[in-house]
């Protein structure tokens, strides 16, 4: 069964620092790769998704993350936050091929990103 | 567009009450999901469709119901309410197998 670990609960940033948040998964092949994003009392948008490609991708509100996977990993990285990235955010992957319930997403516990002024 | 609609925003049942989440979507999208969230834990799933007329369990399948009599609704039902469903209600669709969820707003449900 496929897994997803966000070793980081809760980070917290100074506007303008850098930003990463961690992913690792565990799965048999290469999967589909997403992070969402949770503002409070919302549903999730997705930031970025990696299918097959280049490792890196680039997602809406100058999110980025690179597929490792060597480590598998997927994480997440911003170079200047925003006091408006303050959310919560989750890693998810998905079993990486077409057909029927292809689409079901197994989810991180969650990292959520508190950003200080 | 709406995109995925999901009532009601909030509810708060009794023991043994049973009551039906709605989910409607109008992006003409094959696959639709059932979500929940409990705090500080990720989404798991409950029921998917990928179909008109066609479901299946997810991961935590027990307690809830589901059909898909139309493309555009999907609608989840607890039968006999217990507060280990008090959770966030996530649905979701998409297109196909391998592209991008549309989440809707969100349920929260309490059973006390």
């Known amino acids: 069964a496929q897994s997803v670990t966000q070793p980081d609960i809760h980070i917290t940033v100074s506007e303008g620092a850098s930003l990463e948040l961690r992913c690792n998964y565990s799965y048999g092949a290469t999967p589909y790769l997403f992070w969402y994003v949770q503002s409070p009392g919302q549903g999730l948008q997705l930031l970025l998704k990696y299918f097959s490609g280049d490792t890196l991708v680039q997602g809406i509100k100058g999110f980025e993350a690179e597929f490792k996977r060597s480590q598998s990993s997927f994480n997440l990285r911003k170079p200047s936050v925003h006091w408006s990235d303050a959310a919560e955010y989750f890693c998810a992957v998905a079993p990486g091929r077409s057909g029927a319930g292809s689409y079901q997403l197994t989810f991180g516990k969650g990292t959520k990103l508190s950003v200080i002024p | 567009n709406a995109g995925v609609t999901q009532t009601p925003k909030f509810r708060i049942l009794k023991i043994g009450q049973s009551m039906t989440l709605q989910c409607a979507q109008d992006m003409n999208h094959n696959y639709m999901y059932w979500y929940r969230q409990d705090p500080g834990m990720g989404l798991k799933l409950i029921y998917y469709?990928?179909?008109?007329?066609?479901?299946d369990k997810g991961e935590v399948p027990n307690g809830y119901n589901v059909s898909r009599s139309t493309t555009e609704d999907f609608p989840l039902r607890l039968e006999l309410a217990a507060p280990s469903q008090t959770s966030v209600y996530f649905c979701?669709?998409?297109?196909?197998?391998?592209?991008?969820?549309?989440f809707g707003q969100g349920t929260r449900l309490t059973v006390v």
């Open positions: 469709s990928v179909g008109a007329g066609i479901t």
């Open positions: 979701a669709s998409t297109r196909t197998g391998d592209t991008e969820a549309f």
